[in-house]
């Protein structure tokens, strides 16, 4: 059973988002395999920090070609739309919680690439945006 300073660590990691910090800053870490970690991982924080306040797109690992290089995989039919549980499962895959379940195209069972763009991008700015200042 965990003590009471176990559970009052553990909720204040969790109120802070600090294990999907650290995860996030890890993937960059390895993603960039920077000559110097320290500064590298001192940039990345100011980022997000000037990201938070400012409402500013924050660091990510994924841009538009690697968007665009995952719906191509769910896409090798070229039929430039994917299904409703595609989409779900690669924003999943990307790290993203918080999945728009009414995109455009969710009716017909057609996600188009702009709109898996445009709703990834807004998760995955969102992910970066939530970590609370320790």
């Known amino acids: 059973m965990a003590t009471r300073s176990e559970g009052d660590a553990a909720d204040y990691l969790q109120r802070h988002n600090f294990m999907e910090l650290l995860q996030d800053l ?7 395999r920077p000559e110097n970690p320290r500064e590298f991982l ?5 980022q997000q920090k000037f990201s938070q306040q400012n409402g500013v797109k924050g660091p990510t690992l994924f841009n538009n070609d690697d968007l665009a290089s995952v719906f191509g995989i769910l896409d090798p ?7 409703f549980a595609q989409y ?7 790290g993203i919680k918080h999945i728009n379940e009414s995109p ?10 702009e709109t898996f763009k445009t709703e ?7 992910c970066s945006a939530t ?3 320790l």
């Not at 890890?26 to 960039?32: A, G, I, N, Q, R």
């Open 104 to 113: 455009e195209g969710v009716n017909e069972d057609r996600i188009f690439y």
């Open 26 to 32: 890890t993937s960059m870490l390895f993603f960039y």
């Open 88 to 94: 779900k499962q690669a924003l999943t895959t990307l």
């Open 77 to 83: 039919a070229k039929k430039k739309y994917i299904t």
């Open 131 to 133: 970590y609370k200042q």
């Open 120 to 126: 990834a991008t807004r998760g995955l700015q969102r």
């Open 42 to 46: 001192i940039e990345q924080l100011k």
